[in-house]
Nanobody, 123 residues
Framework: VQLVESGGGLVQAGASLRLSCSGSGRTFSTSTVGWFRQFPGKEREFVAGIDWNKRNTDYADSVKGRFTISSDNAKSTVYLQMNTLKPEDTAVYYC?????????????????WGQGTQVTVSS
């Protein structure tokens, strides 16, 4: 599975962005997918996840009510809709996937990773 993120950019506080994670390979449609972010000098942290049957989702407390993860299997793409962005959301965002995997916050649960996309929110 190869993953490519897109949709990052520079926005003002309060704005919205939608990140896309496009996956190649037949197993992407049955992969658990997670979005993570990494602040400078910090460990990569879980943001949101959607399980392999695309029925269950989970979010970090810091983004609940603002971010929404969704999937379009026909397009082999998982989205992260980010609303009401804050300067503290500034980070590099990564998507990760693992076929038929357990959804969770641990990075080790995810086998495949994208290259990341920068999100910068100005105040």
């Amino acid at each position: 599975v190869q993953l490519v993120e897109s949709g990052g950019g520079l926005v003002q506080a309060g704005a919205s962005l939608r990140l896309s994670c496009s996956g190649s390979g037949r197993t992407f449609s049955t992969s658990t997918v997670g979005w993570f972010r990494q602040f400078p000098g910090k460990e990569r942290e879980f943001v949101a996840g959607i399980d392999w049957n695309k029925r269950n989702t989970d979010y970090a407390d810091s983004v609940k009510g603002r971010f929404t993860i969704s999937s379009d299997n026909a397009k082999s793409t998982v989205y992260l809709q980010m609303n009401t962005l804050k300067p503290e959301d500034t980070a590099v965002y990564y998507c990760a996937a693992t076929p038929f995997g357990e959804m969770g916050v641990a990075r080790t649960l995810y086998r495949y990773w994208g290259q990341g996309t920068q999100v910068t929110v100005s105040s």
